[in-house]
């Protein structure tokens, strides 16, 4: 009722609209600037007090530009809490539930515990699904929560921590091969710097014909391959011959979303690397960068902790 400590702000990877435990996430924030980060904060603590919260809350915020909004306050613990507690070496939980008791936040988190400046590790949580059990799934993603578990990555930044979160969920990136590229109208301008960015790093460029226009249009190599409904040959009989090994694909509207069902399927059966937001295709392009410049290596927990890694 005195005094309120953030134990951990994270950015989830995937835009607000997605379940958030079907998002993957940064502890810290891997892109939001400070000024968002201090109103985030600043907002938490405002409302925890004005709330008489004791114990754990959970918060959602949303972030356009630097505006900030609330989606949703949550006056309990989440699933969230053993990810945050494991990533920053501090048993809130066991906290929390001092407090709730009568115990001081002062006694039982000392500043040197709040201290996040100290902490030179990025950790990634990611969502395991279990669509490869469910033959009639669709693997977009959405409101309603489809993940069956989750899987953390650690290491001294971002790419290298989203790259080993993906390994730890059954996902192979892949650091060669050819890229397959169809996204809804909004989204065509963002896949420019993604797809040159690929093609910096040797892959390969394929697109159904209204993302290849403007791919190629901002001076991209880009091969154009039917969509399943052009008629054959067409992009899933790519991916089952081997000819694609990562997939970037967003849609909109229950029309196309159903149009496209195949591909996506065909990517989980085939084990081909596949993304279904912009958010998680950069992320993934992030990572290819990171790993083509180095390998990953395994530490201790204790070790990201303590500093000594």
């Known amino acids: 009722g005195t005094e309120v400590v953030v134990a951990g702000i994270m950015e989830h990877i ?8 079907d998002s993957a996430c940064a502890l810290p924030p891997y892109s939001l600037p400070e000024p968002v980060i201090a109103t985030i904060r600043r907002q ?9 919260v004791v114990g754990l809350m959970n918060i959602q915020f949303a972030v356009q530009g630097e505006t900030v909004f609330v989606l949703e306050v949550n006056p309990r613990a989440s699933r969230t809490v053993p990810f945050v507690a ?15 008791v009568g115990e001081k936040l002062a006694d039982l988190f000392p500043p040197a515990m709040r201290d996040h400046s100290k902490r030179n590790h990025v950790a990634v949580k990611e ?10 799934v669709d693997l977009i993603l959405g409101p309603e929560m489809k993940s069956t578990g989750e899987v953390m990555g650690l290491d001294v930044d971002f790419g290298r921590a989203f790259a080993k979160s993906q390994i730890a969920s059954g996902v192979a990136i892949p650091l060669t091969g050819t890229c397959f590229i169809s996204v809804r109208d909004g989204d065509k301008p963002h896949m420019v710097d993604l797809g040159r960015r690929l093609q ?4 390969k460029l394929v697109a159904t014909s209204g993302t290849a226009r403007v791919l190629q249009a901002a001076g991209l190599t880009v091969a154009v391959i039917n969509k399943v409904l052009e008629g054959r040959p067409h992009v899933v009989d790519a991916m089952i011959s081997g000819q694609v090994q990562l997939v970037f694909n967003t849609v909109e509207g229950a029309q196309a979303t159903a149009d496209s069902f195949s591909l996506r399927r065909a990517a989980l059966t085939n084990g081909i ?3 279904t937001t912009v958010a998680g295709a ?15 290596e395994v530490a201790p927990l204790q070790s990201y902790l303590s500093g000594s890694f």
């Not at 938490?44 to 008489?52: S, Y």
């Not at 494991?86 to 709730?100: D, H, Q, S």
């Not at 290819?288 to 180095?294: A, C, K, N, W």
């Open 200 to 203: 910096d790093l040797g892959f």
């Open 14 to 21: 995937e835009e607000a609209g997605i379940h958030s435990g």
């Open 282 to 296: 950069r992320a993934a392009v992030h990572a290819i960068e990171t790993l083509t410049v180095g390998s990953l």
């Open 86 to 100: 494991k990533a920053t070496g501090v048993p809130i939980a066991k906290i929390a539930a001092r407090l709730m």
């Open 273 to 275: 690397c596949y993304y």
């Open 127 to 136: 969502a395991v699904f279990p669509f490869a059990r469910f033959p009639g």
């Open 44 to 52: 938490t603590e405002q409302l925890a007090m004005a709330l008489n």
